[in-house]
C-alpha cells in the first residue's frame, strides 16, 4: 500500500536567495527537490549539464525527461552543451577508478565549474546539485566540487545539502511512478555501464 504524501521539509537557501541554479544530472533525481525548492519558495533555474553521459542517445533521452518534466512546471531548463569528448580529457588515466573515487571527483568539478560559471554570468547567487539525492554518489566529493567550483566565480555560493533526508528519497521514488520518468540503470559514463556490466 503506498504512504500518504507528506509535505517536503522546510529549507533555506543560503542567504535567502528565493531564486537559484539547480544543476540537474536527470528528471528522477530532480523530481523531489524540485517540488521541495517550490513548496519552500525558492524557484530553480533547471541547469542540464552532463557531457559525462554516454553513448548520445543515452544524453538525449535523459535530456529530454529533464526538459518534459521542467516545462511540465513552467520552469525555465538551461542545456548545456554536450562535449563528452573534452569531458573524457578529465577521466583521462582515472578510466579503472572505481565508482566513488576519483574520476568522480573529478566528474562532479567539471560539471559544477561550468554550472558555477553560468550561474555568474547570469546573475545568479546560489548553486546546488540533483547529485546529491543519489545515495550512489559520495556526499563529501559533492561537496568539495561544489565549493571548488562556486570558489572560481565570486558572487555564488555553494548550496551544501543532504537531498536523501527529510522523505525525499520516498517522494522521489512516487514522483518516478507518477510522472513515468526513465530511471536508467548506470550513472552515466562508459566506465559506470562497464562496471555494471561487470558486476
Known amino acids: 500500500m503506498e504512504q ?40 530553480p533555474v533547471i541547469y542540464y549539464s552532463n557531457s559525462n553521459i554516454f553513448p548520445l542517445e543515452e544524453y538525449l533521452i535523459r535530456k529530454n525527461e529533464c ?9 525555465e531548463i538551461v542545456d548545456d552543451d554536450y562535449d ?5 580529457r578529465i577521466a583521462e588515466h582515472l578510466e579503472k577508478e572505481p565508482e566513488r573515487g576519483r574520476r568522480c571527483l573529478e566528474c ?26 543519489s545515495r550512489w554518489k559520495d556526499l563529501s566529493q559533492i561537496d568539495a566540487a561544489g565549493e571548488f567550483a562556486c ?8 548550496w551544501s545539502m543532504n537531498w536523501r533526508k527529510g522523505g525525499l528519497q520516498e517522494r522521489r521514488n512516487q514522483l518516478i511512478k507518477q510522472y513515468s520518468f526513465y530511471n536508467q ?3 552515466g ?7 555494471k556490466q561487470e558486476k
Not at 116 to 127: K, M, P, T
Not at 151 to 158: A, I, K, Q, R, T
Open 151 to 158: 570558489s572560481l566565480f565570486p558572487g555564488v555560493s555553494w
Open 185 to 187: 540503470p548506470y550513472c
Open 4 to 43: 500518504p504524501v507528506k509535505h517536503p521539509p522546510v529549507v533555506e537557501a543560503p542567504s535567502g536567495e528565493t531564486r537559484i541554479l539547480l544543476h540537474a544530472c536527470c528528471a528522477p533525481c530532480s523530481s523531489a527537490i524540485i517540488e521541495c525548492l517550490l513548496y519552500n519558495g525558492i524557484t
Open 67 to 75: 526538459t518534459r518534466h521542467a516545462r511540465s512546471l513552467g520552469l
Open 108 to 133: 562532479f568539478k567539471y560539471r559544477l565549474t561550468r554550472a558555477a560559471g553560468y550561474a555568474c554570468r547570469h546573475g545568479l547567487h546560489v548553486l546546488a546539485t540533483t547529485l546529491a539525492s
Open 189 to 195: 559514463c562508459e566506465f559506470s555501464f562497464k562496471n
Open 84 to 88: 563528452h569528448e573534452n569531458w573524457r
